[in-house]
């Protein structure tokens, strides 16, 4: 099964902000461990800032 994931926030639900970026942390590294692992990523709004390094 081909599966497709969207990602539009950096970080994961409404609760605090440190624990929502514990989460998408979390589900990306799942993510990289899945057996069938999705074929497409897609990155928009907030969530593209994932893919920036971080700024010290």
Do not use: H, W
Not at 1 to 15: D, L, R
Not at 29 to 48: D, H, M, Q, S, W
Request: a positive charge; hydrophobic letters at 40%.
């Amino acid at each position: 099964m081909k599966k497709t994931i969207i990602i539009s926030n950096e970080i994961m639900g409404n609760g605090p902000e440190d624990l929502g970026r514990t989460m998408i942390g979390s589900f990306m590294r799942k993510l990289c461990l899945e057996e069938n692992k999705p074929v497409t990523i897609v990155f928009y709004t907030a969530g593209v800032k994932l893919l920036a390094e971080a700024q010290k």
